[in-house]
C-alpha cells in the first residue's frame, strides 16, 4: 500500500511539475493517510487516490475591466470545482497578484478536507483571480468584480457552487459580485455567495467565524494537553485581516496577551497587549499599513520586514497563530519560535507552514492546530448562512456562534479520536487528515465510477 501512495504521488508529480503549492498540499496528504490505505486493499483496486487527487474541473477565464484612466486591463480568473461528492462546491475566492493555477488548486483541494471536517454536506471548490485589489479606486474595483461575475455565473449556483470571500474580497467585493450575479440572473439566489452584507442575506458572526474557530480549536487542544488554557498565555499573530483580526478578539476574550500582529510590511509588537480597536481602525476603516499602529500607542515598536521571513516569528511567544498567507512559516522561523519556547501553533492561514516548518514542529513535540481542522470556521459559518437564506429566516449572533463552537468542539473531537485510533499521539496533522479523508473514501465508493 505503501507502493500504491508513492506510485500516485509520483504521477500527480509528474503531471503538475510547475506547480509547487499543490504538490506539497498533495504531498502532505498522502503521507499521513498511509495508516489508512494499508488496512483498506479496496482503495488501490478502485483508484480512490487518483479520483481524489484530480479536481472535477477547472475553470479559466479572461478578465477585462477599464481601469479610472479609461484604459482597458485585462487579468485571468479561475474556478476549480474540485469535488462535489458531499454537496455543492463551497470556497473562497481569492484576489491578490500571485494567484495563479498551483495556488487555486492547493487551496481547493485543501478546502475538500476542510469542508468534510465541518460535518455539513459541502463539497470543496475555490476560486479567483490576479487581480490586486490595492491601490484600487472602488469603482475600479467595482468595474472588474462586475467583470469578473459575467463570467463566473455560468458555472455557479446555490445549489451547484458557492463561493464566498478570502484574501482581498471583503464585505464591499461580496456586494459587487451579488450585484452583477443577481443583474444577470435576474432573481434573487440569496445562497448563491456567502459572507453578504447583513442588508441582503448575510449571517451575524461570519466575519468573525474564522477567527473565532480557530481559538476554539486551539482551546479545545489545550484543553486536551494537560488541561492547558489560554489564559495568561501570550499569543503573537501574523496578519491583521478578518482571521488574525477575530482571532485576537477571541484569544482576548478568553484572557489570553495578544502582543504582535503583522501584515505584509511588518509587525507591530505592544508589550501592554494590542489596541485592538486601533488595529481595526487602521485596517478595516482606513485601510493603511499597520505601522499606524504606532500613532495610537507610541510605546509599541514596529519592526520591518526584511526578507522571507517575517520578523513576528523573532518575538517570544507561548503560542503563535500564523494568519496572513500560505508559507509564511519558514524552517528558520520555526526553529526561531521553539528556541523561544512556543507550546503550541495554530494555523488560521491556509498551509501558513512550509513541510519542513511543520515536521520541525511535530519533531519537536509542539501542538500544532492544523488548518484543514483549525480554520474551518470560516466555511461552517458559510454553510449556516447558506442554511439561512434557505430558510428566509435569519438566526442571532448567539445562535450563529453557539453552532460554530459546536462544529469547532465536533472537528476536534474527530481529530483527536484519528489519532487515538491510528496511534498518532498529538500528530494532529495526520489526525485531521485521516478524519477527513476516511469521509471522502467511503463517499467516492459509494458513489461509484464519476
Not at 143 to 160: A, K, N, W, Y
Not at 221 to 239: D, H, P, R
Request: hydrophobic share 40%; glycine share 10%; proline share 4%.
Amino acid at each position: 500500500m505503501i507502493d500504491y501512495i508513492e506510485q500516485v504521488l509520483n504521477d500527480v508529480k509528474e503531471k503538475n511539475v510547475h506547480e509547487p503549492e499543490f504538490l506539497q498540499a498533495v504531498e502532505e496528504v498522502l503521507h499521513t493517510i498511509k495508516p489508512v490505505v494499508e488496512k483498506h486493499p479496496e482503495y488501490k483496486k478502485l483508484s480512490v487516490l487518483e479520483r481524489m487527487i484530480e479536481p472535477e474541473r477547472i475553470i479559466s477565464f479572461r478578465v477585462p475591466w477599464v481601469n479610472d484612466a479609461g484604459e482597458i486591463c485585462v487579468n485571468r480568473g479561475y474556478r476549480v470545482q474540485y469535488s462535489g461528492l458531499i454537496g455543492p462546491y463551497k470556497g473562497g475566492l481569492r484576489f491578490a497578484p500571485n494567484v495563479n493555477q498551483s495556488i487555486m488548486k492547493f487551496l481547493a483541494f485543501e478546502q475538500i478536507f476542510k469542508n468534510a471536517l465541518t460535518g455539513l454536506p459541502i463539497g470543496g471548490g475555490k476560486g479567483g483571480s490576479d487581480f490586486d485589489p490595492k491601490g484600487k479606486s472602488d469603482m475600479e474595483i467595482m468595474r472588474f468584480c462586475q467583470s469578473f461575475m459575467t463570467e463566473l455565473q455560468r458555472h455557479i449556483g446555490p445549489d451547484v457552487d458557492v463561493p464566498a470571500g478570502d484574501i482581498g474580497v471583503g464585505a464591499r467585493e461580496i456586494g459587487y459580485l451579488y450585484g452583477q450575479y443577481r443583474r444577470i440572473k435576474d432573481r434573487y439566489d440569496g445562497g448563491v455567495l456567502t459572507g453578504k452584507g447583513l442588508e441582503y442575506g448575510g449571517s451575524l458572526a461570519r466575519k468573525e467565524a474564522t477567527g473565532y474557530g480557530l481559538i476554539y480549536f486551539m482551546r479545545e487542544m489545550l484543553k486536551a494537553n494537560g488541561g492547558q488554557s489560554l489564559a495568561g498565555k501570550t499569543v503573537t499573530i501574523s496578519g491583521s485581516g478578518n482571521v488574525a483580526i477575530y482571532a485576537c478578539e477571541k484569544a482576548q476574550m478568553l484572557g489570553a496577551k495578544v502582543v504582535a500582529m503583522s501584515d505584509s510590511s511588518g509587525c507591530v509588537y505592544d508589550e501592554e497587549g494590542i489596541n485592538l480597536a486601533a488595529i481595526k481602525q487602521i485596517k478595516e476603516v482606513d485601510r493603511k499599513r499597520i505601522s499606524e499602529y504606532l500613532n495610537y500607542r507610541p510605546n509599541a515598536k514596529f519592526i520591518e520586514r526584511k526578507g522571507e521571513d517575517s520578523p513576528i516569528w523573532t518575538i517570544k511567544t507561548d503560542i503563535a497563530l500564523p494568519c496572513a498567507t500560505q508559507n509564511e512559516v519558514t524552517l528558520n522561523s520555526a526553529k526561531k519560535l521553539v528556541e523561544n519556547g512556543v507550546i503550541a501553533i495554530g494555523e488560521g492561514a491556509n498551509m501558513p507552514c512550509k513541510l519542513d516548518a511543520t515536521e520541525y514542529f511535530l519533531e519537536k513535540g509542539i501542538l500544532l492546530a492544523p488548518a484543514k481542522a483549525a480554520n474551518a470556521g470560516g466555511v461552517a459559518t458559510s454553510a449556516i448562512e447558506m442554511s439561512q437564506n434557505s430558510m428566509r429566516y435569519y438566526l442571532s449572533f448567539e445562535q450563529v456562534d453557539g453552532m460554530l463552537e459546536t462544529i469547532m468542539v465536533n472537528i476536534f473531537a474527530s481529530t483527536q479520536d484519528a489519532c487515538n485510533t491510528y496511534e498518532l499521539g498529538t500528530n494532529y496533522v495526520a489526525g485531521a487528515n485521516i478524519a477527513a479523508f476516511t469521509k471522502l473514501a467511503k463517499a467516492t465508493i459509494a458513489q461509484g465510477i464519476i
